[in-house]
């Protein structure tokens, strides 16, 4: 019995969802078992007195619009008294008899019901197969506040919140330039979701916003209620760990980004901004390098590159030194770590490995409690299980020594996206170097270096300048940051079609 009431309907529906012309009783039936789902009759008064009637959804509508640009004219406009007939009134209230902003006509079910869900009320006039829509939505939203996951030192303290149409304003404070193109998707056909593409006419190369436009619309999903639903379709993301779409809290980096000629991404109900392409580098620079010297930027970039390195090769390096390659310790190093280890049991590999995996269910634990104690367990149970762990002769002080650096030097990644990446690698250059030494550590960063070769970010390569012979110019931001007045150049890896961006 249950196997026949579940059916498996092909995923590809017909468009539109619902057919036939807009009536009453046709929208009744789309909503029914719904409580929300309101209808008042309505009087128009003078030569083509009727009763209309007015429906909506509650919570979806706010009422005091409802009273005063829809319901209130109704009742005072002489003009509409006037009228000689139904479809001369509701001509004039097309034309602004309604204190609305945002009026249309709707002649088919499918798109009155998609409005009503978008929170506009419609007006039923007897006698007409079409119906007037008027917006009358909440618009309730979050409060625009500083961002939460990204660190402001110099810059604005604007991130961007759920509502789409508060990110969109935003934007535009920040670039006031007509040049400004927003391009609108529907994404998710129960969620339908809208998606915004951003870019600068002029500058932003076309190809790159017709590719991301081409990959949003071959989306077919039934929702969008998280980032990864939007991410893991507009790249290949199941190739690789790696994050190949920059995504930020922050209006001014998201602008940055859009006057170097990428292309923007902003979803309703999600308060992140994206940037497309995206190589390394980008997840490499903090926000905060070019509203800091260029010196200073300049050895804070060095420092994270160096920390990437020093995460990615340290275990692997310990592992295969102390298991393989001893002649490569100093000797008073050497005999230190020989007697700290003289009562262990395992081998090296395995409490690198073994500690490793601690220290990610740690940092898990954390952030999965509440913010208030979930710092106080990562340090407590950092130190309770290193120190019992050492004092029980179950690891060695330099293997504990090893993983905390290489897990504090993770933490510097601007990028969260990065970081995680870069752990699910370490995991495997400290496998093979403990199986093949120095050699098997080889073999992992050549496949780790083939990995990122073979990446691209909507055309662009991921490991862009590094991998690209695009002049120097291309070298705006690598290693070293030049003086901001000396960068004359856009990026040239987007293509873009201004190249100069100052004189």
């Not at 090296?348 to 490995?353: H, K, L, M, N, R």
């Amino acid at each position: 019995m249950r196997d026949q009431q579940e059916k498996t309907v092909p995923h590809p529906r017909k468009q539109p969802r619902y057919d036939g012309p807009l009536t009453m009783e046709g929208l009744e039936r789309i909503f029914s078992d719904c409580v929300d789902f309101t209808r008042r009759p309505v009087a128009l008064e003078g030569e083509s007195a009727c009763t209309l009637t007015m429906c909506f959804i509650s919570g979806m509508v706010r009422m005091e619009r409802v009273s005063d640009y829809v319901l209130k004219p109704l009742a005072e406009d002489d003009g509409l008294r006037r009228c000689a007939t139904v479809g001369e009134a509701m001509k004039r209230m097309e034309e602004g008899a309604l204190y609305n902003l945002s009026v249309a006509r709707r002649s088919t079910l499918d798109q009155a019901a998609f409005d009503l869900v978008a929170g506009w009320c419609l007006l039923f006039f007897p006698g007409e197969r079409e119906a007037l829509s008027f917006f009358v939505g909440t618009e309730e939203k979050r409060s625009v506040s500083a961002p939460d996951n990204e660190t402001v030192l110099k810059g604005a303290r604007d991130a961007f919140v759920e509502s789409l149409r508060t990110n969109t304003s935003i934007v535009r404070r920040h670039l006031k330039a007509p040049e400004l193109r927003i391009r609108e998707q529907t994404v998710g056909r129960q969620s339908a979701t809208l998606v915004d593409i951003l870019y600068i006419d002029g500058i932003t190369d076309p190809a790159l916003v017709d590719a991301l436009e081409e990959q949003l619309r071959d989306i077919d999903i039934d929702g969008v209620f998280a980032t990864g639903n939007i991410e893991e379709y507009i790249v290949p993301a199941q190739r690789t760990p790696f994050p190949l779409v920059q995504y930020t809290e922050r209006s001014d980096r998201f602008c940055a980004g859009l006057s170097e000629g990428r292309v923007g991404m902003l979803i309703d109900g999600i308060p992140l901004g994206y940037l497309t392409p995206a190589v390394l580098g980008n997840f490499l620079q903090a926000p905060q390098d070019k509203s800091s010297s260029w010196l200073l930027a300049t050895t804070l970039t060095l420092l994270r590159y160096a920390c990437m390195l020093l995460t990615l090769f340290l275990p692997a390096l310990y592992v295969a030194m102390v298991t393989f390659h001893q002649e490569m310790i100093p000797t008073k190093l050497a005999l230190s770590i020989i007697a700290a280890k003289q009562d262990v049991p395992f081998r090296s590999g395995f409490e690198v490995i073994v500690l490793l995996l601690a220290f990610e269910i740690l940092q898990e634990a954390g952030l999965r409690l509440p913010q208030s104690i979930g710092q106080t367990v990562s340090i407590i149970g950092g130190l309770v299980v290193g120190s019992a762990a050492v004092e029980a002769k179950i690891v060695s002080p330099a293997v504990l020594i090893v993983v905390a650096i290489a897990g504090i030097a993770g933490y510097t990644m601007p990028s969260q996206e990065l970081s995680g990446a870069l752990r699910i690698w370490r995991f495997l250059l400290a496998l093979l170097a403990s199986a093949a030494g120095l050699f098997g550590a080889i073999i992992a960063t050549a496949a780790l270096v083939i990995h990122l070769a073979g990446l691209e970010s909507f055309g662009v390569p991921y490991l862009t300048p590094f991998a690209v012979s695009a002049g120097k110019e291309a070298r705006e931001h690598v290693f070293l940051r030049r003086p901001l007045p000396q960068i004359k150049d856009r990026p040239p890896a987007l293509h873009p079609l201004n190249r100069r961006k100052q004189r």
